[in-house]
């Protein structure tokens, strides 16, 4: 964080914002009425989704927050969504094949070559709303182009069904093309909203949630426990036997290969601490631990800025790597590796942690927080081997101006 | 509460109903532990979007609302916070969609109340309202409430890249306000 940005915070800090008596009264009046009636939990056992599933299921999540054809479609729009021909149909569902998934779009539904300007991006959200109440629709349709090819001038916008993009002049666009690209993301929406493989998520999803058992080839609860209590140990040396537990079963993330999701055991002590372990229900394989006390996060730093010499830098990474063999209980061969964090203008880590990514042999990558001025681990997330990825699709604090100290690499 | 006390017998004798009325109890405290420590900073995100005290406080009450009644939905406890968040910021578009932004009168009244012993804080939190709908809400969750730009991209459904892009646009505008008001010397 630079010294603007720290400037911007601290006058945020000192910022008070009043607030009515009779707003005080209203959040504490709802909140009373909740406190008597704890929420309902379902249990949602035993989904079993592929992970190729499971990446489409992200994408439709993408593209449906992106354009929610469900919520109430005004007459006009449905009409111009039906009268879209088998044919049509289908060609827009091939666009949301998973196939174009890139890492990118897990958030972001669909790519722009540039930057909306703000009149672009203005104009968009109206043209959007007209859309949408059925009163404006383009009089032509974008350009698709299956791959775009090399040195191809863009005199005006195409969408690229390979990369999922928009290409867009330089220029400013027109209301017409706006319009067209709306078109297309509505159309889009539609096509997969009524795809069978999103029909067949749904339905399996329902069946998810009424079956309240993990799949058969998951480990029992009691196994999760015990495992989640080992890993604690291990990584923190605590004993969990007198903790408050509490077992969930979710939808893995895909994060780690094997069974129908991750077992969450939460160990929670009289002092505050909280353990989340999240393991593979299957493998039972490490795929987080997120530790907190009262409302901070261990998973980051907190402390004051703080001296880390090159020294303490690799006794630390050393321990790591220890900490993770322990952890896997076997010797691991440790590919890439890096020591990752924020100084100020003193030279010192700004948030008192060191963020540590270790990358095994086998691509799989594991990162660890590590709290200096407590002299402690933080939390701990695994990343399973992915095809064509590497340490690098795991560092992002380097984007946010941290300093990434490749470990492996220094000792060669 | 009955818990399980870490021993593999223990574990057998606590049932199913046990840990998953565990799991309630905790939710549900940490909610409520959750809303009352940001009940003020939901109201200040809600306000900077809907620009109407009154409209911000309906806001936030349907926000804590439609939370509560999807609490089980929560995939993660540890996101409770950002979950919330981002329910209020959909809330709070959801609401401006159906008013007539043409119309708003804005509320003033709550920034003149401000300033009270606070000139430079009134300032700043006066020019953030002002901000387009995009920059405002990334410059009240980056450097008001402090979330991280991978969770201010859960919030709003958006890239961390777009969330980046909006900030550096963003500390472009505060920069040149700060220097207006001799804060900032770069």
Known sequence: ??????????????????????????????????????????????????????????????????????????SAVKERMESMSKKERKAYETMN??????????TEAIRYSRELSEDEEKREGELFQKY???????????????????????????????????????????????LQMI????????????????????????????????????????????????????????????????????????LVDGGDGDYSVTFEGKDEWLYDVRLNGETGILTSINVSKGEISYNVGHGQPIEVDEQLQNSIYEKTKEKLAALLGEDIKVRNGNCEFSVNEDNKVTDAALYIPLELDNGCVYQFTYIVDEDRFGGVYTYGAEEGADLSDHVSREEDGAICIPMERNKR | MN???????????????????????????????????????????????????????????????????????????RKMKSWIFQ???????????????????????LLEEKGRGEEESYDLLEFVYELE??????????????????????????????????????????????????????
């Not at chain 1, 009779?22 to 929420?39: D, F, I, K, P, T």
């Not at chain 2, 209020?88 to 008013?99: G, T």
Request: glycine share 4%; charged share 30%; with cysteine.
């Open chain 1, 1 to 74: 964080m630079n010294r603007l940005d720290k400037k911007i915070r601290k006058m945020a800090k000192q910022t008070g914002c009043p607030v009515s008596n009779s707003y005080e009264e209203r959040v504490e009046h709802l909140l009373e009425n909740m406190n008597g009636e704890n929420v309902k939990l379902e249990r949602n056992n035993g989904f079993s989704m592929s992970k190729a599933g499971f990446a489409t299921c992200v994408f439709c999540a993408a593209l449906l927050v992106a354009v929610p054809v469900t919520a109430k479609v005004n």
């Open chain 1, 97 to 106: 094949d998973p196939k174009y998934l890139t890492k990118e779009h897990e």
């Open chain 1, 132 to 178: 949408e109440e059925g009163v404006l629709f383009p009089e032509g349709e974008i350009q698709v182009v299956d791959k775009l090819e090399e040195n191809m001038e863009i005199t005006s916008p195409l969408y690229e069904v390979w990369n999922r993009e928009f290409f867009l002049p330089e220029r400013e666009l027109t209301d017409e093309e706006l």
């Open chain 1, 183 to 254: 078109d297309l993301m509505y159309k889009q929406s539609y096509a997969l909203e009524n795809s069978d493989e999103v029909k067949e998520y749904y339905k399996a999803l329902q069946e998810f949630n009424e079956n309240p058992n993990p799949g058969q080839n998951d480990m029992s609860e009691e196994e999760a426990v015990a495992k989640a209590s080992a890993y604690l140990k291990i990584m923190y040396d605590i004993d969990t036997s007198e903790m408050e537990k509490t077992v969930g079963f979710e939808l893995g993330g895909g």
């Open chain 2, 3 to 77: 818990t399980v006390d870490g021993t593999v017998s223990g574990i057998m004798k606590s049932t199913e109903m046990d840990v998953m009325k565990g799991k309630e109890q905790l939710l549900n405290a940490r909610f409520i532990k959750i809303v009352t420590e940001n009940k003020t900073a939901m109201f200040r995100l809600a306000y900077s979007m809907v620009l109407n005290q009154e409209d911000a406080e309906d806001v936030v009450s349907e926000a804590i609302t439609k939370a509560y009644s999807h609490l089980a939905e929560l995939r993660n406890i």
């Open chain 2, 87 to 109: 329910i209020l910021v959909n809330e709070s578009k959801a609401f401006l969609k159906k008013r007539n932004r043409m119309e708003l009168v804005e509320d003033v009244s």
């Open chain 2, 133 to 186: 709908d995009t920059f405002k809400e990334v410059v009240i969750l980056y450097y008001f409430e402090e979330f991280r730009v991978k969770e201010i991209a859960d919030i709003l459904s958006i890239s961390e890249g777009t969330v980046k892009s909006r900030l550096s646009r963003a500390r472009v505008k505060l920069k040149r306000f700060l220097e207006s008001n001799n804060n900032w010397k770069g």
